[in-house]
């Protein structure tokens, strides 16, 4: 097929899905083995300087803010994002730690732009920004998951996105129509926030599943945050609600409130003031490092970053959680 | 009769409101668009079937969403699946409007959210396309909300992030963008516009009260298409403005 049109962006994460598959033979047991640690045992095992690394679903939703918090504590820097993010990644970007991003949207929602990606974008300490569409990122993982070099879409042609992407326009052989080759995406580390999770690494997930089925399955090492760690029976008595299954985890973090100040659905709904905190302070270079200071190194884990929280804030995120009715 | 006082984004939430159909798929992004989705189930389109970009579908909206993922975008939803199959159940022609904003539009109705300058050294980084980009391009018709001034319409913007009509008649066909997709309107907070058929530049179409042609034309820094005919929005009425203030929007975050 003759190539019409390739994007200039940088490919950030060259892949060969026969070496993927090579990883997924060798690299992740299908042996069951008790996988629960802790946030600071995760991250140190499995995130490094330059790994590139994405996360699910995103700042205010479902999203793994405690694992996000350990690695701004730990420090692994020059990170090459994955990135679809709201507070989880403009944390990462106000911390320094950010070298390259596959964008599709970072920003604080109905609060605006992000600050933090404004002054880390032009100041050139992010290098490279190479755009994707949301739909094109979300099938980039589904291409790695398929375990096939690309996948097709209508998506992004004709606009300046193909051009500072790293896809590349075609003319399909059957119809003649043009399509926009998305190359895979491997991730070295993904990260999931899950309602369930047993020992193992089975995970469920309420509400909707954004790309979580994409992105566990678009990695190489996959850390999951679960509000409850459930025993193996209850998986087994509901297997159709397994979204992740256990060989695909590589690490099991029981975390209650694992996404504040995000909210997961049907426990806890998100904390207003505290998103608002973030957005006020994150505004300048100085704000943004007295609220890490505050939040991420003034407190050694989750549980003291709750206890700073306090229990009356959270209880009134569980008063505003998502109900069935 | 008293008139009711109203803003400017009052107001163009209600245009934008109005032209959604009953019975309709309608892809929702965050911000304006929610409160005009949520004003037109609540007033002319009762049967207006939202789509979240993340899996919500068919949310019976009672409180406005603060975001895209968030629990109230599938709240009494028929399904909160994800983001695969609502761009999927979109790229098979299943998703009849889209709602867009953008920093910048120009003629032909691309928007940007990219960058303002140059993208490797830009002046302004934007958050991205977000679903902005798969929306132009799938969703049957989508529809533009933005304030207007002449820094967002603009003669080309400086990354086109969201298709329009691209440089104009034939343009999206050429690109392989599928048959029959495009922009129809602009709502903003001076006038409604749409897109003149040959050409498919941006037409004025109507104005908002107490707005002047002079004032548009002020506030676009390119030639906009002025018919000979101009309509005429409606103010608010107080029905709408009640359902705003009270129902959807009453810790005023938008309005």
């Known amino acids: 097929m003759e190539i019409l049109e390739s994007g200039i962006g940088k490919l950030i994460q060259p892949f060969d899905m026969d070496e993927f598959r090579e990883w997924n033979r060798t690299e992740k047991t299908r042996k069951l083995v008790d996988k629960r640690m802790t ?37 692994h820097k020059d990170l090459r994002i994955c990135g679809q993010g709201v507070l989880e990644l403009d944390m990462w970007l106000a911390a320094g730690l950010v070298k390259a991003l596959d964008i599709t949207y970072i920003g604080l929602e109905v609060y605006g732009t992000s600050s933090s990606l404004r002054r880390a974008v032009e100041s050139g300490q992010v290098e ?8 094109a990122i979300t099938w980039r993982m589904k291409a790695t998951a398929m375990g096939i070099p690309f996948l ?35 991730l070295d580390v993904a990260m999931i926030h899950v ?18 089925m994409e992105i ?19 998986i087994r008595k509901y297997p159709d609600r397994t979204l992740i299954p256990y060989y695909l985890a590589d690490a099991v973090v029981h975390a209650p409130y694992g996404s504040h100040p995000g909210e997961t659905a049907y426990i806890y709904g998100r904390d207003e003031p505290a998103i608002k905190e973030w957005v006020e302070m994150s505004k300048t270079a100085e704000g943004a490092q007295e609220y890490l200071d505050k939040y991420v190194f003034g407190v050694k884990n989750h549980a003291e970053y709750l206890t700073l929280i306090g229990e009356e804030r959270l209880r009134k995120c569980d008063e505003l959680r998502e109900r069935r009715e | 009769m008293t008139e009711q ?20 798929t309608c892809f929702i992004g965050t911000g304006i668009p929610m409160l005009a989705a949520m004003l037109a189930s609540k007033t002319t389109a009762p049967n207006l079937v939202p789509v979240f970009e993340f899996g919500g579908t068919g949310a019976i909206m009672e409180e406005l969403p603060l975001s895209v993922g968030e629990a109230r975008t599938f709240h009494k939803g028929i399904s909160a699946l994800g983001i695969c199959d609502t761009m999927e159940t979109a790229q098979r022609g299943f998703i009849d409007y889209g709602f867009l904003g953008g920093a910048q539009i120009d003629p032909y109705g691309n928007l940007n959210s990219v960058v303002i300058g140059d993208h490797d050294k830009p002046k302004v980084r934007l958050p991205g396309s977000g679903g902005g980009n798969d929306v132009g391009c799938h969703c049957w018709q989508t529809i533009a909300i933005m304030g207007h001034d002449s820094r967002r319409f603009v003669p080309e913007v400086d990354f086109v992030t969201t298709p329009g009509y691209l440089s104009g008649p034939g343009a999206r066909e050429e690109a392989g963008l599928p048959r029959g ?19 498919l530049r941006m037409r004025l179409k109507a104005l908002h009260p107490d707005v002047t042609v002079e004032d548009v034309v002020a506030a676009t820094n390119f030639e906009l298409i002025i018919p000979d005919e101009i309509g005429q929005n409606l103010a608010p009425s107080a029905e709408e403005l009640r359902l705003l203030r009270e129902e959807i929007d009453p810790t005023k975050f938008y309005i």
């Open chain 2, 181 to 199: 997709t495009g922009p129809i309107a602009v709502v903003s907070t001076l006038a409604l516009m749409d897109y003149e058929p040959e050409s």
């Open chain 1, 128 to 135: 490279t920004c190479v755009e994707w569409s949301n739909a």
């Open chain 1, 152 to 186: 097709p879409t209508r998506s992004m042609l004709g606009t300046d996105m193909i051009k500072h992407s790293a896809a590349k326009v075609v003319e399909d052989p059957f119809t003649g129509i043009k399509v926009a080759l998305l190359p895979a995406l491997i």
């Open chain 1, 216 to 234: 566990a399955r678009a990695c190489k090492r996959l850390i999951i945050s679960a509000e409850e760690i459930v025993p193996t029976e209850e």
């Open chain 2, 5 to 24: 006082t109203y803003s400017k984004t009052e107001l163009m939430i209600c245009v934008a409101a109005r032209l959604f159909e009953d019975g309709a």
């Open chain 1, 39 to 75: 946030e600071q045992e995760a991250i140190s095992k499995f995130v490094y300087n330059g790994c590139y690394i994405g996360t699910e679903l995103h700042g205010s939703v479902r999203c793994p803010m405690s694992l996000t918090r350990e690695l701004i504590r730990q420090g």
């Open chain 1, 195 to 212: 309602q369930r999770a047993d020992m193992y690494g089975n995970c469920q997930i309420d509400g909707i599943s954004g790309f979580a």
